[in-house]
């Protein structure tokens, strides 16, 4: 059997849209062919007939790309805000009011940094934290599908669902930025190694895992759905 | 746009979309359902159904998804959607009085 989708690739030449959307146009035109040539053969007629049959239709293939590509032509809002920005944010403010949440629940609405201490240092903390941490989960688990849901590929879906994290980031940096510009003639206590690497475990890498555990079972389309492969 | 080719792509939305009535069709079968139909009357191929179902889409009144078949094929089903439904009366409507306001003119149905 011919292959269509590079038949069509080549008469179509390229379309001006996203290369996962490209593929997608592909595919299905090429699916159409191959139904077209299926349906002629079945009916007695010859490959070259049945080839025919399938390509003739098409006056002008030039003619075609530019109707599929404007057709096609991103709204306002495009393929990336709808699959990765949006979902993403949403997380990202989501898990924000959660930390503001939480940061009131232990007493300490201002410093983060002695909200992680407090979190790990207690019993009663420690259940907090590990609920943040379900919290996580399920942000990563509705950025993940929300994502897929909007069309967007694996990758996109795991980055939608760890968007948070660059809330944490961000906090670190910050928090880190600003001890670093104060004067003070011995270093702050949270600045030492190994306060560092405490940082870094429970307020980067836990809300990650938990964040990319959520996300996980959305990575996969559904088994009713498929994506189309690149050729 | 001139009036032949508003009329063309007018009935082209009315058949893709009540034909997508009925159940999620795929292209290829949207064109074949349309043509048996229409006995043959109207047809479609891949320049002139493609373009038409990438703008429904786009105005939300068809959702695409791609679907594997028993055979393991994949294939990019259209179902309609609840806004694609609510455009099916106004757009019968039109075309019936269309129809109606050419048949007084010319005489068509008498013809």
Redesign the interface.
């Known amino acids: 059997m011919p292959d269509f989708q590079q038949l069509v690739r080549a008469r179509l030449g390229t379309l001006g849209i996203s290369p996962a959307l490209e593929d997608?146009?592909i595919?299905?035109?090429a699916?159409?062919?191959e139904?077209?040539r299926a349906t002629a053969l079945r009916s007695g007629k010859s490959e070259v007939e049945a080839m025919d049959l399938a390509l003739e239709?098409?006056?002008?293939w030039v003619?075609?790309a530019r109707?599929?590509s404007?057709?096609?032509k991103e709204?306002p809002m495009n393929e990336r805000t709808r699959s990765l920005w949006l979902p993403g944010m949403t997380m990202l403010i989501s898990a924000f009011f959660l930390m503001s949440a939480v940061a009131r629940a232990v007493g300490d609405e201002d410093d983060v940094v002695r909200l992680r201490g407090a979190m790990t240092d207690s019993g009663g903390a420690l259940f907090i934290f590990a609920a943040w941490l379900v919290m996580y989960g399920v942000f990563g688990a509705v950025g993940a599908h929300w994502s897929r849901r909007a069309g967007g590929n694996a990758r996109t879906r795991l980055v939608a669902g760890l968007f948070p994290i660059a809330l944490h980031v961000a906090i670190v940096v910050a928090v880190f930025t600003a001890t670093s510009l104060q004067y003070s003639p011995r270093t702050p206590e949270w600045l030492v190694p190994s306060s560092l690497l405490r940082v870094f475990l429970t307020f980067i890498l836990a809300p990650a895992i938990a964040l990319a555990l959520g996300a996980l079972p959305f990575l996969r389309?559904p088994s009713?759905?498929?994506?189309?492969s690149r050729a | 746009m001139g009036v032949a080719s508003s009329i063309k792509r007018g009935s082209a939305e009315l058949a893709i979309l009540s034909v997508l009535v009925e159940e999620p069709l795929?292209?290829?079968e949207i064109s074949r359902r349309i043509e048996e139909h229409t006995g043959g009357v109207l047809r479609f191929?891949?320049?002139s159904?493609?373009?038409?179902l990438?703008?429904l889409e786009?105005r939300g009144w068809v959702k695409a998804?791609?679907?594997?078949t028993t055979s393991g094929?994949?294939?990019?089903c259209y179902a309609l959607t609840a806004a694609g439904r609510k455009q099916l009366p106004p757009l019968r409507n039109e075309w019936r009085m269309f129809f109606r306001a050419l048949d007084r003119l010319a005489g068509v149905a008498r013809a």
């Open positions: 997608e146009v595919a299905e035109l699916g159409h062919l139904d077209v239709p098409v006056p002008s003619a075609l109707e599929i404007a057709a096609k709204g389309n009713n759905e498929s994506a189309p | 795929h292209g290829y191929n891949l320049a159904l493609y373009p038409m990438y703008r786009k998804s791609w679907q594997t094929r994949r294939r990019r």
